[in-house]
């Protein structure tokens, strides 16, 4: 049976898009029925793969949820390895496959990379807990509008 949250689906669905406030909710559940779930991370590498062998999506660049951008990167990834096979079927050697796994991580690399870092540092920015710094951290944003 679901956990009942105390408003129907209808109120519940027509205020979330004004942004229902969840505090009320978490500090009304008993702590052992939250669940925790720790977030791990590494810091992104220069190399995915050697020879005829790469690495793709989180296995080739983990990073924290705080963007959501983890499953358009692996689509990304997938576009670029394609294009670039795609480049290489049309060499018979097996250097080309090489080649064409190096060129996919060479674009790939470098955007991986800043995602990764910017969702490091907006993570860090979440997990303040320093009451002044939050203050200017929750001011500014309230200041940001809804919708871009």
């Not at 669940?35 to 924290?64: I, S």
């Not at 576009?79 to 060499?91: P, T, Y």
Request: overall charge negative; glycine content about 6%; hydrophobic content about 40%.
């Amino acid at each position: 049976m679901a956990p009942q949250c105390g408003l129907p689906a209808s109120s519940a669905r027509d205020e979330s898009s004004n942004g229902v406030k969840v505090v009320g909710h978490i500090e009304a559940t008993d702590e052992s029925e939250i669940l925790r779930h720790d977030l791990y991370d590494r810091k992104h590498v220069n190399r995915w793969g050697a020879g005829r062998v790469t690495l793709m999506g989180d296995a080739a660049h983990p990073t924290t949820p705080t963007l959501g951008q983890g499953a358009g990167m692996a689509v990304e990834d997938a576009v670029i390895l394609a294009k670039e096979l795609a480049l290489a079927s049309n060499l018979s050697d097996y250097p080309s496959v090489d080649n064409a796994l190096r060129a996919y991580e060479r674009e790939r690399i470098p955007r991986t990379a800043d995602i990764i870092n910017e969702s490091w540092e907006i993570s860090r920015l979440i997990m303040w807990k320093n009451f002044p710094r939050c203050s200017i951290r929750d001011l500014f944003l309230r200041l940001t509008p809804n919708k871009v």
